[in-house]
T-cell receptor
Framework: GENVEQHPSTLSVQEGDSAVIKCTYS??????FPWYKQELEKRPQLIID?????GEKKDQRIAVTLNKTAKHFSLHITETQPEDSAVYFC??????????FGKGTRLHILP | NAGVMQNPRHLVRRRGQEARLRCSPM?????VYWYRQLPEEGLKFMVY????????ESGMPKERFSAEFPKEGPSILRIQQVVRGDSAAYFC????????????FGPGTRLTVT
């Protein structure tokens, strides 16, 4: 069935450096790709999303890129801060209108 | 601006008991989704409902699990005869329209089966 692969599963970066999380999807009909941030014991929160009619979207220190040909999309966080530490999930809306989530990336921001 | 509400936040049940999880969507949202999250895992889709209708329940086990979203009141996820493997965090999300719209999550219900 359709799935979303997410890498890496764990990522440690020095405070102030950039973090990149990559995802691939299998359903070529997918046209909506949200990213969620989940802090410990908290709810997933939508931080940014991108639709298939654009290749890149930016919101302050967060940007997402989409390559439809290669079926992959990435989250970029610049100038990382301690409060960026969390688990990040990518997701893709498949042809059945179902949102499929990746398994998550645990991001640690090192002081 | 009340977000998605879920209760209870924590629920402990013994094996064989029933668990009822409630979800009130954001104001103006008529679409509700339930997800299950196991420790260190992603979110697994269970069921998608609109008022009085189940649209997609392909992610929900066919036995012991049921969901509803009545005309009045919250959406309910019901698990009968719970087993240890049902222990997980159950999140609901709501959106104003079809799944191409943003989904906003509730705080989750953490179910522990002893």
């Amino acid at each position: 069935g359709e799935n979303v692969e997410q890498h890496p599963s764990t990522l440690s970066v020095q405070e102030g450096d950039s973090a990149v999380i990559k995802c691939t999807y299998s359903d070529s009909a997918s046209n909506y790709f949200p990213w969620y941030k989940q802090e410990l014991e908290k709810r997933p929160q939508l931080i940014i999303d991108i639709r298939s009619n654009v290749g890149e979207k930016k919101d302050q220190r967060i940007a997402v890129t989409l390559n439809k040909t290669a079926k992959h999309f990435s989250l970029h966080i610049t100038e990382t801060q301690p409060e960026d530490s969390a688990v990040y999930f990518c997701a893709a809306l498949n042809r059945d209108d179902k949102i499929i989530f990746g398994k998550g990336t645990r991001l640690h921001i090192l002081p | 601006n009340a977000g998605v509400m879920q209760n209870p936040r924590h629920l402990v049940r013994r094996r064989g008991q029933e668990a009822r999880l409630r979800c009130s969507p954001m104001k103006g949202h008529s679409h509700v989704y339930w997800y299950r999250q196991l420790p260190e895992e992603g979110l697994k889709f269970m069921v998608y409902l609109q008022k009085e209708n189940i649209i997609d329940e392909s992610g929900m086990p066919k036995e012991r699990f049921s969901a509803e979203f009545p005309k009045e009141g919250p959406s309910i996820l019901r698990i009968q005869q719970v087993v240890r493997g049902d222990s997980a965090a159950y999140f609901c999300a709501s959106s104003p329209g079809r799944r191409s719209y943003e989904q906003y999550f509730g705080p989750g219900t953490r179910l522990t089966v002893t």
